[in-house]
């Protein structure tokens, strides 16, 4: 079966039992959740052209399967979360890694014992190295605000040389702002590993979709009791109720083609701009990306190149060390981070964490506290630095509870 696409205009709201609005991995794990196990009839509308959010990945011109909005690599310690994913495709096993281009020499990023070598030549590392371990353990994970905070010759000496050459630069092209501006859990993604694993991350799942994400999503939603529309905006199509005219008032009901809409909403959006960002705009950041195929087998020496001293671009990804694929050709993907300034144009990718623009969101947030039937999910939605499969879990506790009721 394929995915069951229909125009909004011929659409019978009636006919539905649930309302989702995006189709990433929030909206579409909780149709099909709700389709398949509580046998509801489920409407997604997605506003983009295409399904699968931010995993959206599709074959360029040299056949290369690249992804259109970041690079997405999946790895997970939640079990449930990848079981499921298992279930819509096959996959194939991928350990990420990234190397940081530091003045045109290469060294591990996260940061670990290779690259201590590399950074201070094996003699003195080695005196390092020990120092880490004595202090932390071995195999030990450590941020680099916890490595920043000790008051020890040695340790400033990694601390300092890690925050100029891995985190200052690549954290201010990123952010716009300083390591130390940034929310603490930020860099804290990306600790000094000492260890002498190279891999970006360590869990115990990790993997590729070999034929993409795009065909797992297709799969996902390829069920009889889902319905998607694309190029579908749920500011178009929603009409807000509000208990009264003040401006926090809180949001009653939601109508649809002039009925309220009785059955679950799942919004898995930006939340100010639902409210037509009637607070003003929640901060986020945006990328742009630039795409460059190459006459040759590969470009780089591994997925992804961060670029932490040289170079506008943060990162560049090479996209066939993801997908396995053995091509002539290559292509690579520089980013580039902006401030979210035009809306129409660009995308929220990144929520901008601190105290400030979580108060901003929770004013937002608390315009739809009252709707019983409404559930915010998703990375946009609750305003969350979140990855893929936390989402999934979200998503699987969400549909969890609305299978009960
Ligand atoms: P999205 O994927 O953003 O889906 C939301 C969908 O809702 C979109 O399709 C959007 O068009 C639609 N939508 C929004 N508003 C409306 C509206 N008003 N009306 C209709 N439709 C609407 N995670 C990992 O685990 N591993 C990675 O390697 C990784 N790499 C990443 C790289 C980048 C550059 C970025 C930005 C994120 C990365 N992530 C990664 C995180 C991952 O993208 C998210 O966890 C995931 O996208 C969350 O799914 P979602 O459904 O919440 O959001
Ligand atoms: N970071 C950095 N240098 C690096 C890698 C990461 O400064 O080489 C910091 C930067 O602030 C970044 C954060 O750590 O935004 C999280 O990195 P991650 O790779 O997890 O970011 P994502 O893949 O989500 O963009």
Redesign the pocket.
């Known amino acids: 079966m394929a995915v069951n696409y229909a125009d909004f205009h011929d659409i019978d709201i009636e006919e539905y039992d649930a309302l989702v609005v995006g189709a990433g991995f929030a909206g579409s794990v909780v149709a099909r959740e709700l389709a398949e196990r509580a046998n509801k009839r489920v409407l997604i509308i997605e506003k983009r052209a295409q399904i699968a959010g931010n995993m959206y990945d599709e074959e360029d011109e040299a056949g290369v399967l690249v992804h259109r909005f970041?690079?997405h690599i999946f790895h997970t310690n939640d079990k449930r979360a990848f079981d499921y994913v298992l279930r819509f495709t096959d996959w194939i096993d991928y350990q990420h890694e990234?190397l940081?281009n530091w003045y045109g020499t290469y060294m591990p990023?996260?940061f670990n014992k290779n690259s201590m070598e590399i950074a201070f030549g094996e003699e003195k590392a080695a005196k390092l190295i020990q120092k880490l371990i004595d202090t932390f353990g071995d195999e030990r994970k450590v941020t680099?605000t916890e490595l920043r905070a000790q008051d020890d010759p040695e340790l400033s000496e990694i601390a300092d040389f890690v925050y100029k050459n891995?985190?200052?630069?690549?954290?201010q092209k990123?952010?716009g702002l300083t390591?130390e501006e940034?929310d603490p859990s930020?860099?804290?993604?990306?600790p000094v590993f000492i260890s002498r694993d190279n891999r970006?991350f360590q869990d115990a799942y990790q993997g590729m979709p070999k034929e993409g994400y795009t065909v797992l999503f297709e799969n996902m939603l390829s069920h009889e009791n889902i319905t998607v529309c694309l190029n579908t905006e749920a500011e178009s199509v929603f009409d807000l109720v509000f208990e009264s005219l003040d401006e926090d008032a809180p949001l009653t009901a939601i109508k649809v083609k002039d009925q309220v809409f009785e059955g679950d909403i799942i919004y898995t959006g930006a939340l100010d701009e639902l409210f037509l960002t009637r607070f003003g705009r929640l901060p986020y950041r945006t990328l742009e990306f630039k795409y460059e195929t190459y006459d040759q087998e590969f470009w780089q020496p591994c997925g992804t190149v961060?670029y932490?001293v040289t170079e506008d671009y943060?990162?560049i990804t090479e996209f066939k060390y993801l997908s396995g694929q053995k091509l002539p050709k290559t292509t690579i993907m520089k980013?580039y981070s902006h401030a979210y300034e035009h809306p129409g144009e660009q995308i929220p990718y990144?929520a901008i964490i601190n105290e400030e623009n979580q108060a901003h969101y929770e004013r937002y947030k608390a315009m739809a506290a009252k709707l019983p039937n409404f559930h915010l999910l998703g990375r946009l939605a609750e305003y969350k630095?979140y990855?893929m499969d936390v989402i999934i879990g979200r998503a699987l506790e969400l549909a969890d509870k609305l299978c009960e009721k």
């Not at 930020?186 to 990306?190: G, K, W």
């Open positions: 970041g690079p990234v940081s990023v996260p680099i891995v985190f200052l630069y690549y954290t990123q952010w390591p940034v930020v860099t804290a993604r990306v970006y961060n932490t943060t990162r980013e990144y630095y990855n």
